[in-house]
């Protein structure tokens, strides 16, 4: 299958500071990309939707300017996560949208968890 | 009422057992039917994909679609306990950008 790496796994930072995640489609091309939000237990969140070239589409009640989406190229969309604050610990993980064979698929990448102390 | 519902568990089951998790949408535009694997604290792999109504094996698992009462299972035969995780069904509406998820099942399979 596709793969999707998402870069770190895990962090820690300090309250104040911006932290940016990766999210790169190694074998294909992605059109689209996803950001969720997953508390423990839960479902994931979809956060907001990146098209390559243009703004980040963000969800009713989440933030644009915390969490700033960069979708450069068809293989990589970046978020960070600006003047983080405790409340913004959480996993985090993206997705990749592509049409391969004719149909839409999903592929994730491994989540970042991010711990903001 | 949500696009797609997912009864989310717990669901425990026995080594071996036959398991079913069941998931039905409202949205007649869903086209494609995916389930995902999500073990804690990673992120959700892809494990059937679906689009049309019928039966889909691979090893196993199978996934179900019914297009007709807008209703898709996923089957496991013989589980393991490292199937134990949370399994989650998701479509793509036709048109749409969004990938929608039910709520996900956790299973347990115990020894």
């Known amino acids: 299958g596709a793969v999707v790496s998402q870069h770190p796994s895990r962090v820690i930072c300090k309250s104040g500071t911006s932290v940016k995640i990766e999210c790169r489609s190694l074998d294909f091309q992605a059109t689209t990309m996803f950001w969720y939000r997953q508390f423990p237990k839960k479902s994931l969140m979809l956060m907001a939707t990146?098209?390559?070239?243009?703004?980040?589409?963000?969800e009713q009640g989440v933030e644009k300017d915390k969490f700033l989406i960069n979708h450069a190229s068809l293989t990589l969309s970046t978020l960070t996560v600006t003047s983080a604050h405790p409340e913004d610990s959480s996993f985090y993980i993206c997705s990749a949208r592509s049409f391969l064979r004719g149909r839409q698929w999903a592929f994730f990448g491994q989540g970042t968890r991010l711990t903001v102390v | 009422q949500k696009e797609v519902e997912q009864d989310p568990g717990p669901l425990s089951v026995p080594e071996g057992a036959i398991v079913s998790l069941n998931c039905t949408y409202s949205?007649?535009?869903?086209?494609?039917f995916m389930w995902y694997r999500q073990y804690s604290r990673k992120g959700p792999e892809l494990l059937m994909y679906?689009?049309?109504?019928g039966n889909k094996e691979d090893g196993r698992f199978t996934a179900q679609v019914d297009k007709s009462s807008k209703y898709i299972s996923l089957f496991i035969r013989d589980s393991q306990p490292s199937d134990s995780a949370t399994y989650l069904c998701a479509s793509f509406p036709g048109g749409y950008n969004k990938l929608i998820f039910g709520a996900g099942t956790r299973l347990a399979v115990h020894p």
């Open positions: 949205n007649s535009a869903f086209q494609y």
């Open positions: 990146s098209n390559e070239g243009s703004k980040a589409t963000y």
């Open positions: 679906t689009y049309s109504s």
